[in-house]
C-alpha cells in the first residue's frame, strides 16, 4: 500500500488529523535540510512535502521564494533533491511527496524522473503549475508505480470542476485556504470552513488544508474542517530567521509541536 | 505547409502542438476560464469590434505607414525594404494595439483594477495610457533594474497615473516582473483584469494578443498589394515574446512569403548572454506556456540578456515555438552590435530613430536585403521608436567605438 494512503488510513482508525509539513530541499543547505526533514519526522509530521527548488516560483510568497534561492545558491536542483529524499527514506517511513513546479520535470525525463523518484521512496508528486489538463504526460509517465499524483483546488474552484479534480485525485486533495500565494496574509476561518466543506461533501479522498497557517491557533481551528492542515512557509520562515549557528531542526521541531498540539486539542475523540 | 496555418490554432484546449497550453496554478484556472469565454463573446459582438476599431483609429493612429525605406534599399543596393510603421502608433509602438483590446475587454467584464509587467517600459506605457483614457486604476510591475534603465517610462506612467511597482527578486528583470505580476494576480483575481503583454502565458492569452495584433499584418498586406501591386517575398520581424512578430506574420502564414524572426544574441549566441530562446533554447513550461526557454538542464531558467530590454526575456510566444518546428518561420540571432549598426543606418538614411528592439528586425532584414536581388520585396516591422534608447546607445556607442 501507498505510505501516504496507509497513513490516511491509520489517522483515520486513530481520529487524528494529519500535519502536513513543507520544506525546501536543500534550505539552507543539503546535510541540514536533512537533519531538519528527520527531526520533523520525528517530532510529529506525518507527511512530508520536499520542495525543489525553482528560478521562477510564481506561486510562492516572498518566504518559499527566499528559500528556493538559498537552496539553489548551495547548488540544489532536482536531481539532488531526489538524493535527499533517498537519503531521508533511509532512516523513515513518512510518506514524502516530491512537490514541484512542472519545468524542473519537464526538463529532467518524465520517465526518469518516475522512475528515480520510485527508487528514492517517493511516494506522491504534486506540481503546483500542472492543472489536470496538461497533467496526462506525468500521469503516464508514473502509471504503474506507487507515486500519487496530488491535485489541488482553490478558493476559486466551482463545484462542477471540484467533483473533476476530485475524480482523479490521488492520495489527498491539496485545498487552497485563500486567494494568492503561499506564507502571505491571514486566514478568515469562516470563509475557509464553508469552502472546505463544500470540498469534503465532493471528494472521497482525504482533504487537506493549506496556505497561510502559522500557528496552532490556525491549526486548532482549521484541522477539524478537514483531514489534515499544511504548513510550509511558517517553518521556512524559522529556517531564514534563526541566528547563524542555531539548532534549526530544534526550531522547526518546536513549531511542529506547536501545531501538532493545537490540531490535537481541536480533534479529540 | 500546404495544411492552413491561419485559424487552425491553438486547438480547442489552447495549445499549438505541443506548445502553449495553461501551465498555472489552480486558483487561476476560473479567470482564464471566465477571460476565454469574454473574449469569444466580444470577438462574436459587432458593438465590441467595432469600437475596438474605432479606438485604434482615432486614438491608436492607425492605420499606420507602409514606408518605402529608399535610401536604405539603395544604400544596401539588394532587396527593396518597405518598414511598417508601427513607431507612428500612439505611445510609440505596436503595444496601444493589444491594451486597446485587453483594456476595452476589462471594462466590458466589469474589472476596474488592470494590471501589467513590463520590461522596456513600453506595454507599461501603453497600459497606463489606457488604464488613463478608460478611468481604470493601473499598477506596472517592472525589474529594479530595468526601472533603472529606463527611466523616462517610468516617469511617463507616473504621470499617466499608474503605479509602478519595482521588483526585486530573482534577477530584477523582465521575467521576475512577470512573476511578480502574476502573484499579485492571483491574490486579487476576483477585481483585477491582468493586461499581458505579449503573445505569451497561458491560454488565451496568446491567441488573443495574437488577434488583437494582427491589425499590423492585415494592413502591411492590404497596404502592400495596393502601394506596390504585390506581397513581399520577407517578413521580418524582432522576436522577444514575439507580439509585434506575430501581429506581422499571422495574415501572411498561408501566403508564398518566407518569414524571419530577429532574436536577440547579445554578445553572440556562443556565449552565455543572449535573449534568443528558439535559436538557443530548449522547450519547457514557464509563465502559463510550454515554449522554447533558456534553461539549464535541471530545468532552471537562465537570466537572458541584450541591449535591448524589451528583448531580454528567457521565453518566447507559443505559436513561435510551433512556427519554428514546422519550418515555415526562420528565427535568427542578432547581436547588440549588429543592432546598433542597423540602428545608425536607419538614422542617417531614413531619418527615422528606430527602438533598440526593432533595430534587431532592421539588422536582419538588411542581413538578407544583400543577399537578395533589387526585384525582390522585404517587409521589416518597425515596431517601435527608439526615444527611450538614445541615453543606453549614447553608452554603448561609447563603450563600442
Not at chain 1, 514524502?96 to 526518469?112: M, T
Not at chain 1, 484541522?223 to 526550531?251: F, T
Not at chain 2, 502559463?288 to 528583448?311: C, K, R, V
Request: hydrophobic share 45%; charged share 20%.
Amino acid at each position: 500500500m501507498n505510505r501516504i494512503d496507509l497513513t490516511f488510513t491509520k489517522l483515520a482508525a486513530a481520529n487524528r488529523k494529519a500535519l502536513v509539513a513543507y520544506l525546501t530541499a536543500g534550505d539552507p543547505d543539503f546535510d541540514t535540510s536533512l537533519a531538519i526533514l528527520r527531526t520533523a519526522c520525528a517530532s510529529g509530521v506525518d507527511v512530508v512535502e520536499l520542495g525543489v527548488p525553482f528560478s521562477d516560483p510564481t506561486c510562492d510568497g516572498p518566504v518559499i521564494q527566499a528559500a528556493s534561492e538559498r537552496a539553489l545558491r548551495a547548488g540544489m536542483s532536482l536531481s539532488r533533491s531526489l538524493r535527499l529524499a533517498a537519503a531521508l527514506r533511509e532512516t523513515v517511513e513518512t510518506p514524502i511527496v516530491l512537490f514541484s513546479y512542472y519545468n524542473p520535470l519537464f526538463k529532467y525525463g518524465l520517465a526518469r524522473i518516475a522512475e528515480e523518484a520510485a527508487s528514492a521512496g517517493v511516494d506522491g508528486m504534486l506540481v503546483v503549475d500542472l492543472p489536470p489538463e496538461e497533467a496526462g504526460p506525468l500521469a503516464d509517465a508514473l502509471a504503474g508505480r506507487s507515486i500519487h499524483l496530488i491535485r489541488l483546488a482553490a478558493p476559486t474552484t466551482r463545484p462542477d470542476r471540484i467533483r473533476m479534480l476530485a475524480d482523479g485525485a490521488g492520495g489527498f486533495l491539496y485545498l487552497i485556504s485563500r486567494t494568492g500565494v503561499t506564507g502571505t496574509g491571514g486566514l478568515d476561518y469562516d470563509e475557509v470552513a464553508r469552502h472546505a466543506a463544500l470540498v469534503k461533501s465532493l471528494c472521497p479522498h482525504p482533504v487537506c488544508i493549506g496556505f497561510g497557517i502559522s500557528h496552532g491557533n490556525d491549526a486548532h481551528a482549521l484541522a477539524p474542517l478537514a483531514d489534515g492542515i499544511i504548513v510550509g512557509s511558517a517553518l521556512v520562515r524559522l529556517i531564514a530567521e534563526a541566528p547563524a549557528g542555531a539548532d534549526l531542526p530544534g526550531l522547526v521541531a518546536a513549531k511542529i509541536r506547536e501545531l501538532r498540539d493545537g490540531m490535537d486539542a481541536s480533534c479529540v475523540s | 505547409m500546404n495544411a492552413p496555418l491561419i485559424g487552425n490554432y491553438p486547438d480547442a484546449t489552447g495549445h499549438f502542438g505541443p506548445y502553449g497550453g495553461r501551465y498555472v496554478g489552480e486558483t487561476l484556472i476560473a479567470a482564464l476560464t471566465d477571460l476565454e469565454a469574454a473574449w469569444r463573446e466580444a470577438q462574436d459582438d459587432p458593438g465590441f469590434m467595432s469600437e475596438f476599431r474605432a479606438m485604434l483609429k482615432h486614438y491608436a493612429a492607425r492605420p499606420t505607414p507602409l514606408d518605402f525605406a529608399a535610401r536604405l534599399s539603395d544604400h544596401i543596393g539588394g532587396a527593396r525594404i518597405y518598414l511598417k510603421r508601427e513607431d507612428c502608433a500612439h505611445t510609440g509602438a505596436h503595444k496601444i494595439n493589444n491594451v486597446v483590446g485587453q483594456g476595452l475587454l476589462a471594462r466590458r467584464m466589469g474589472k476596474r483594477n488592470v494590471i501589467a509587467e513590463t520590461g522596456a517600459g513600453q506595454h507599461g506605457v501603453a497600459t497606463a495610457t489606457i488604464a488613463a483614457r478608460l478611468g481604470m486604476s493601473c499598477k506596472v510591475f517592472m525589474g529594479a533594474e530595468d526601472v533603472r534603465r529606463q527611466a523616462p517610462n517610468v516617469l511617463r506612467m507616473r504621470l499617466l497615473g499608474a503605479e509602478v511597482v519595482p521588483v526585486t527578486s530573482g534577477t530584477s528583470t523582465l521575467k521576475d516582473a512577470m512573476n511578480e505580476a502574476l502573484r499579485y494576480w492571483v491574490a486579487e483575481v476576483e477585481h483585477t483584469f491582468y493586461i499581458i503583454g505579449t503573445v505569451s502565458g497561458p491560454h488565451p492569452y496568446p491567441a488573443m494578443v495574437r488577434d488583437l495584433q494582427r491589425v499590423i499584418g492585415d494592413e502591411a498586406r492590404r497596404q502592400m498589394l495596393e502601394q506596390v501591386g504585390r506581397l513581399p517575398d520577407l517578413l521580418v520581424a524582432c522576436v522577444g515574446g514575439g507580439s509585434n512578430a506575430m501581429g506581422l506574420f499571422y495574415p501572411f502564414l498561408d501566403d508564398p512569403c518566407a518569414m524571419l524572426g530577429a532574436e536577440a544574441a547579445g554578445e553572440g549566441l556562443d556565449t552565455p548572454h543572449h535573449a534568443a530562446s528558439i535559436s538557443g533554447g530548449s522547450p519547457g513550461a514557464l509563465h502559463g506556456a510550454m515554449t522554447y526557454l533558456l534553461q539549464n538542464d535541471e530545468g532552471q531558467i537562465h537570466e537572458a540578456w541584450s541591449i535591448s530590454a524589451g528583448l531580454d526575456y528567457p521565453g518566447v510566444g507559443p505559436e513561435h515555438a510551433l512556427l519554428h518546428d514546422l519550418g515555415r518561420v526562420q528565427y535568427q540571432g542578432v547581436t547588440d552590435r549588429e543592432a546598433v549598426e542597423a540602428f545608425q543606418l536607419l538614422c542617417r538614411f531614413e531619418g527615422i530613430i528606430p527602438a533598440l528592439e526593432s533595430s534587431h528586425a532592421l539588422a536582419a532584414a538588411i542581413r538578407e536585403a544583400g543577399k537578395r536581388p533589387k526585384t525582390d520585396a522585404i517587409l521589416v516591422c518597425l515596431s517601435g521608436r527608439g526615444d527611450k534608447d538614445l541615453e543606453h546607445i549614447t553608452a554603448y556607442m561609447k563603450a563600442n567605438p
